[in-house]
Each structure stands twice: as structure tokens, then as C-alpha cells.
């Protein structure tokens, strides 16, 4: 069975482009997460999506940032516009019961 | 709230030797508790988790025990290998309401041959 799928691995941008980062969860899982690893403030959750509806956002860092989940299939993280600090590796986790996640290989964006 | 603490610092030793990472957590009611690693390059696997006091978590050779008495969840493992060097991560959830995970800032485990 496939993991959580994630696009593309790497992504390196100037500054004030437009970052758009997918996600493919595991099928049947209902909790859809997206996170954000640096060195400096380790993992960061930035939102989850339950049934397709966000259900927490308050990790998200500011409006330049904004998710949708428009099936159960399929999720993306958009930065608009992007900055050097948002540099980072982004996480999507899955997850079919509360606590445990799935995690998919993360992109690294680097912003320059 | 509820917050995760992990021992400061990258955890180096060698192999076959003794491992532990100590957590303790800060939460209401009877949160759930988990320990994930993540390999170089790779996401967060779960690695192992206990969803009530005096449960005993275990896999590939580490073990977690629920204390509620001493609010912690220290991982265990009697015999590294080089291939468990990793970040290790402790985790929470709430008893109730979401599904929001605390994690721990996590532990650089670096084994020696």
C-alpha cells in the first residue's frame, strides 16, 4: 500500500514566487496534517484537516500561507508570496486514529 | 497546556550499549503518549505508543512505559545498533478534543560501531 505522497522533494524559488506544495494521503485516512522543520524551531504543525474540513489553523505563520483539502484524495500548501525565512522542510502526515500519523517524505524548499 | 519535555542534547554512544531518552509531559486528564523516530532524510514513523497508565509500549526493541505518577515516558532499548541512530521524538494527545499532537523537540541519537 502506498504511503503518504508528497510533491515535489525539493523546490528551490526566488523570493516572492509562488510555492504550491502536494499531497496525496493514504486512502481511508480521515486527519490530514501539514508541518513545517527547521533547525531552529523544530516541527511545527501548521494546520490539520479532518473529513476534508480544517479544523485547526492556528499554527499557520500568515496569510501568505493557505491550505485547501479538496477531496479526500488531495491537499495542498501554498505560500504566496514567498520569503527566504519560510525555508524549510514541509511535512503532510495521515493519520486514521487520533495520535497516529503517517508521514510522507517531506518537501524542502529553499527560498532565495 | 499540554507540552512535551525531552532531554537536552544529541544522545552519542556506542553500539550494543544501553539506551534511554528521557520524556516527561504536562497535560490534563489521560492523554495518549507516543515515541517517533525519524531516519535522515525521511519522515516521522511512529515508533511505539501507550494510551492508558502502566501501559507498556514496545517495538524493535524499545520499550516505553505510561507513568503517571511521574508524568514521564522515558524510551528504553538494552542493545543499540548503528541503524537506530535517528531523531526521536516524544508525543501527546489529549484525552479530549483534537487531534493535535505535542511533540517533544526530539533527541539526535548518534550510535558508534
Known amino acids: 500500500d502506498a504511503g503518504v505522497i508528497q510533491s515535489p522533494r525539493h523546490e528551490v524559488t526566488e523570493m516572492g514566487q509562488e510555492v504550491t506544495l502536494r499531497c496525496k494521503p493514504i486512502s481511508g485516512h480521515d486527519y490530514l496534517f501539514w508541518y513545517r522543520q527547521t533547525m531552529m524551531r523544530g516541527l511545527e504543525l501548521l494546520i490539520y484537516?479532518?473529513?476534508?474540513?480544517?479544523?485547526?489553523d492556528s499554527g499557520m505563520p500568515e496569510d501568505r500561507f493557505s491550505a485547501k483539502m479538496p477531496n479526500a484524495s488531495f491537499s495542498t500548501l501554498k505560500i504566496q508570496p514567498s520569503e527566504p525565512r519560510d525555508s524549510a522542510v514541509y511535512f503532510c502526515?495521515?493519520?486514521?486514529?487520533?495520535?497516529?500519523?503517517?508521514f510522507g517524505e517531506g518537501s524542502r524548499l529553499t527560498v532565495l | 497546556g499540554n507540552s512535551v519535555t525531552q532531554m537536552e542534547g544529541p544522545v552519542t554512544l556506542s553500539e550494543e550499549a544501553f539506551l534511554t531518552i528521557n520524556c516527561t509531559y504536562t497535560?490534563?486528564?489521560?492523554?495518549?503518549l507516543f515515541w517517533y523516530v525519524q531516519y535522515p532524510g525521511e519522515g516521522l514513523q511512529l515508533l511505539l505508543k501507550?494510551?492508558?497508565?502502566?501501559d507498556k509500549g514496545s517495538n524493535k526493541g524499545f520499550e516505553a512505559t505510561y507513568r503517571k505518577e511521574t508524568t514521564s515516558f522515558h524510551l528504553e532499548k538494552g542493545s543499540v545498533q548503528v541503524s537506530d541512530s535517528a531523531v526521536y521524538f516524544c508525543?501527546?494527545?489529549?484525552?479530549?478534543?483534537?487531534?493535535?499532537?505535542?511533540f517533544g523537540k526530539g533527541n539526535q541519537v548518534v550510535v558508534i560501531p
Open positions: 508525543a501527546l494527545t489529549p484525552t479530549y478534543g483534537n487531534n493535535r499532537l505535542a
Open positions: 497535560a490534563t486528564g489521560y492523554p495518549s
Open positions: 502526515a495521515s493519520s486514521p486514529l487520533v495520535g497516529e500519523l503517517f
Open positions: 501507550a494510551t492508558k497508565a502502566d
Open positions: 484537516f479532518n473529513n476534508n474540513v480544517p479544523i485547526d
